[in-house]
């Protein structure tokens, strides 16, 4: 039988480093190279075909992306998510030579950031906002949900009392835990609430399910933590 192995690159990195780089910015400004480096190890012998998925860096108001590099076998096409504009690199190979002995995959790019410390209502439109109440495939917001939320928020009167109330219960409630890949990493609202248990996709799922269940807009966000007054470090990880 073929075997065709699916992968999101983003939870196989092993390698990611930052450097930033000396130049005079504003005050609240940084230039940073990032270098990611990705191996894939263990795959069944009897794979026919590798689909690879790899996040790319976005450019917004408060980033800029450039000289962004790849190095990787096969041909690689650029994917835009319409609705988010969220954008990968999509890579697909049938070459039994590669799918014996893959080889590294190396990223590199860099990233002028601008520090955020005061989000307000004038960044986001009311448009995007109103998209963040309405539930999605895994995240419901009506229901068994919404009782849930009620019952967390009872005597807090502000969004922020609610949201935080919200938190204090998830980590109080739910077990990190990457053991059980019917449960854990799935982002299923309904599943994480049922077992008690997941890593940060199931935590963030859960928690915008409860609080978009209050009429409080919530999204999802992942990205890598810039380290404060460190000039290179190697980074463990993104972080949602």
Request: with cysteine; hydrophobic share 40%; glycine share 4%.
């Amino acid at each position: 039988m073929k075997k065709i192995i699916l992968v999101i690159i983003i939870l196989i990195v092993v390698f990611l480093g930052i450097t930033e780089l000396s130049a005079e910015f504003p005050v609240g400004e940084r230039l940073f190279l990032i270098e990611e480096k990705i191996l894939l190890k263990n795959l069944p012998e009897d794979t026919s075909e590798l689909r690879l998925w790899i996040p790319y860096p976005v450019s917004d108001g408060f980033q800029q992306i450039s000289d962004f590099k790849i190095e990787a076998p096969g041909k690689d096409v650029l994917i835009i998510d319409k609705e988010y504009n969220n954008k990968f690199i999509y890579l697909k190979t049938r070459q039994k030579a590669l799918l014996r002995n893959l080889p590294e995959i190396t990223l590199s790019f860099k990233v002028l950031r601008k520090e955020l410390k005061h989000p307000n209502s004038s960044i986001t439109s009311r448009k995007s906002l109103l998209r963040f109440l309405k539930a999605d495939r895994l995240v419901p917001v009506n229901g068994e949900i919404k009782k849930i939320a009620q019952k967390i928020i009872q005597g807090k009167s502000t969004d922020l009392e609610k949201v935080r109330a919200i938190y204090d219960h998830i980590i109080d409630e739910l077990t990190y835990s990457k053991e059980d890949p019917k449960v854990c990493g799935i982002g299923d609202s309904l599943l994480t609430l049922q077992y008690k248990k997941g890593i940060c996709t199931d935590y963030h799922s859960l928690f915008i399910s409860l609080a978009r269940s209050l009429g409080i807009p919530a999204k999802f966000e992942i990205g890598f933590r810039l380290p404060e007054d460190v000039e290179k470090s190697r980074l463990n990880g993104y972080h949602c």
